[in-house]
């Protein structure tokens, strides 16, 4: 296979602690979920998507840290991001209002033009706590509906809205890191002829990987992914 058929991606997933990044990131590369909570400082994870027999991307995924003390040291990790991946946790609203109070001027400053996509994380806790009947001794959490992310999304200028769950359903993370793969890839600026094919047919590509993902989800009667 020639080099040049090889697109290289880097997704930089951001968001408060707690919320599921590295979770999401886990799923995907190792198809594993642990439910004890490690907290991350910085890691990276190098994945290949192969959208056709000819054509691949080899995604970088910069997982960091939501912790406060990590915000001078971050910004680091935004150098030559392709796409940025902002996550919040469905079952906990703060994460949410952070998303356009701290994570949007953050990576706005570092990425002021790379497409952003929205992830609302952990959806199988919020079915799970919406069944449950209210406890009159614990609060309960303040759940994010779908409605609600989407309209920070569109409020953000995200590219994309989506929801996953990454205990309960891999296909929503493989979905989610997958357009991301492809719309980051979609917007390369390389000018060789060979890369110019290629990203016609990535964007191609890109859209009816989105119609094929928006059949599924009405099949299976779930909101999960919405292009704005
Ligand atoms: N039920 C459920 N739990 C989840 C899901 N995703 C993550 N968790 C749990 O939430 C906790 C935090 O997940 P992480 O993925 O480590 O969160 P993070 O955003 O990377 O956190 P930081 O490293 O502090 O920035 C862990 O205990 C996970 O098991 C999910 O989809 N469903």
Known sequence: MKEDSIVRSKIVVVGDCNCGKTSL??????????????????????????????????????DTSGDAGYDRVRPLSYSEADLVMVCFSVTDMESLENVVSKWLPEVREYCPKQPIMLVGCKTDLRNELKSKPVSSTSSSPQLVSYDQGLKTAKHIGALVYSETSAKTSAKSVSDVLEVAALSSAGTKSNDSPQFRKQRSFIRRKRFSGVSDAKTQLRKEAVKSCSIM
């Open 25 to 62: 990131i886990q799923r995907y590369v190792k198809d594993s979920f642990n439910e004890v909570y490690t907290p991350t400082g910085f890691d990276t994870f190098s994945t290949t998507y192969n959208v056709s027999e000819t054509y691949k991307i080899q995604i970088t995924i910069w």
